[in-house]
């Protein structure tokens, strides 16, 4: 979703900017300006997020484990998942920052040394300006054991060395904190206006946390819009707040979080997870897990991008499953070790045969969103559809105009109406379908471009020229 807001510059024109944190805005950028295409940006980051998290894991598992376990991120979400074939949520840098804070606490214990402090900061960072809620989670027990490791330690650091050691990381975190300060400043007009305060307050009825109460219902400029808030998101949370729906909501993001992870081929490793649970070498990332559990339960909506911060986490407790389950001999019979080389082979296969699914004849649907969003693969494309029609119009001489009207049951999730950064100098401009007067306005204001309307719902899409009675009536005023 895109929230519109008054630009502070001189001419005042309106423009338009993320409800997200800029953390995935920046690395689209990355991408479209130093790569070519912003896609190459999500592509980078998935091949850091798989490496920083062995790199978080050879702090916690053994070696041969922890190149295990980022050779199943890679293959479980790194290649697949929506975090890669989608520009949303941030998955992928979040999961990455999350790996850093992670990995570098043990080393920064053990080591004391600089670098392994600015390796946490950066992640820190990144966590702030991606997704600070789940990011406050996860540092949260990690302030508190960096405090207890330094009030118990028996080789406490002299004031000066500490400060030698944490004196790139603490600038760093200001530098952030000024930069992000900086950006709510010049987009929202005060540093301590955070981009999620903005869209809700317009748009949103539903509230995030289960304690707080809905909002009055906002006057609507879309039937779409309104579906989304007013449909979806209120129905979650009337759910939530239903009997046992509190409950029943509770162990429904826990087993679809799980499902995400894991996928039915990892799904064994449940069995031996009160084991793992209980050992000295994980307690901690344990820990992490509990926080990130309650500080989950109490929230209306999660995805799976919510827990990002907490993948490197995840995948630990359950590798240290797996070395548990490899152990298992019973009647003297490797039974474990079989079960294990077993799932690691199937993640293998299922990531061979994914790019071959229609060939094989079992193609992933498209579209609802819902059927794949929730899955370790993604359809081979998504939203190819407007791309193609997009593609069409852009062959055209001269600027575009597609007006979109969607059908009464369109799927919200399914959004055609999004545009480059500049919007008027694109030069196919999308926007939705609204009233005989608003549609007469969008006309008269791109009056130079050819005007079409386009019904994404018809089979095949509608693709054709916007009523000429429209348009006729819009140059004349």
């Known amino acids: 979703?895109?929230?519109?807001?008054?630009?502070?510059?001189?001419?005042?024109?309106?423009?338009?900017?993320?409800?997200?944190?800029?953390?995935?805005?920046?690395?689209?950028?990355?991408?479209?300006?130093?790569?070519?295409?912003?896609?190459?940006?999500?592509?980078?980051?998935?091949?850091?997020?798989?490496?920083?998290?062995?790199?978080?894991?050879?702090?916690?598992?053994?070696?041969?484990?922890?190149?295990?376990?980022?050779?199943?991120?890679?293959?479980?979400?790194?290649?697949?998942?929506?975090?890669?074939?989608?520009?949303?949520?941030?998955?992928?840098?979040?999961?990455?920052?999350?790996?850093?804070?992670?990995?570098?606490?043990?080393?920064?214990?053990?080591?004391?040394?600089?670098?392994?402090?600015?390796?946490?900061?950066?992640?820190?960072?990144?966590?702030a300006i991606t997704r600070p809620y789940e990011g406050v989670l996860l540092c949260i027990p990690v302030a508190a054991a960096l405090v207890h490791w330094f009030v118990t330690t028996q080789k406490r650091p002299t004031a000066t060395e500490l400060l030698r050691c944490i004196a790139p990381a603490v600038a760093v975190l200001m530098l952030g904190a000024i930069w992000l300060g900086y950006y709510d400043y010049r987009v929202f007009g005060h540093p301590l206006t955070l981009p999620y305060t903005v869209n809700r307050a317009t748009y949103a009825t539903a509230p995030y946390f289960?304690?707080?109460?809905?909002?009055?219902?906002?006057?609507?400029?879309?039937?779409?819009?309104?579906?989304?808030?007013?449909?979806?998101?209120?129905?979650?949370?009337?759910?939530?707040?239903?009997?046992?729906?509190?409950?029943?909501?509770?162990?429904?993001?826990?087993?679809?979080?799980?499902?995400?992870?894991?996928?039915?081929a990892l799904l064994p490793l449940l069995l031996l997870l009160p084991r793992a649970v209980l050992d000295r070498r994980i307690r901690f990332l344990v820990l992490c897990l509990l926080v990130v559990a309650v500080g989950t339960a109490i929230e209306i909506f999660l995805f799976p991008h919510y827990l990002a911060p907490f993948t490197a986490a995840l995948y630990a407790v359950g590798l240290q499953a797996a070395r548990h389950l490899w152990h298992w001999k019973p009647g003297g019979q490797p039974a474990g070790r079989a079960m294990v080389r077993l799932m690691v082979a199937l993640c293998f296969v299922l990531a061979a045969v994914r790019p071959w699914d229609r060939v094989l004849n079992f193609p992933i649907p498209q579209h609802p969103v819902s059927t794949w969003i929730l899955n370790w693969f993604g359809p081979d494309s998504y939203d190819t559809q407007r791309a193609q029609v997009e593609r069409r119009l852009g062959q055209i001489a001269g600027g575009q105009l597609a007006i979109v009207r969607y059908?009464?049951?369109?799927?919200?999730?399914?959004?055609?109406?999004?545009?480059?950064?500049?919007i008027d100098g694109s030069k196919v401009i999308w926007a939705r379908d609204m009233d005989a007067v608003s549609n007469r306005e969008l006309l008269q204001y791109y009056k130079g471009r050819k005007a079409w309307l386009v019904q994404p719902d018809l089979q095949p899409v509608g693709v054709d020229p916007y009523p000429v009675t429209e348009q006729i009536t819009a140059n004349s005023h």
């Open 1 to 127: 979703m895109w929230t519109h807001f008054e630009s502070i510059h001189v001419d005042m024109k309106p423009t338009y900017m993320s409800m997200y944190f800029p953390g995935q805005g920046l690395l689209l950028a990355f991408g479209a300006i130093v790569l070519g295409k912003p896609w190459f940006g999500i592509l980078v980051s998935s091949a850091l997020m798989s490496s920083a998290v062995y790199w978080m894991l050879q702090a916690w598992l053994p070696p041969r484990w922890a190149l295990l376990g980022g050779i199943l991120v890679a293959l479980r979400i790194g290649l697949f998942s929506y975090w890669i074939d989608s520009y949303t949520g941030g998955g992928t840098i979040t999961a990455l920052a999350g790996a850093l804070v992670l990995g570098g606490l043990p080393r920064f214990t053990r080591t004391r040394r600089p670098r392994h402090a600015l390796l946490m900061a950066t992640g820190v960072v990144l966590l």
């Open 210 to 264: 289960v304690w707080q109460h809905p909002r009055p219902e906002p006057q609507y400029r879309h039937a779409e819009m309104r579906r989304f808030y007013q449909d979806d998101e209120l129905a979650d949370y009337r759910r939530v707040h239903s009997g046992t729906g509190f409950l029943g909501m509770t162990l429904i993001k826990a087993i679809r979080s799980i499902y995400f992870f894991t996928g039915f």
């Open 407 to 422: 059908s009464a049951n369109h799927d919200p999730l399914d959004e055609w109406v999004y545009n480059e950064a500049d």
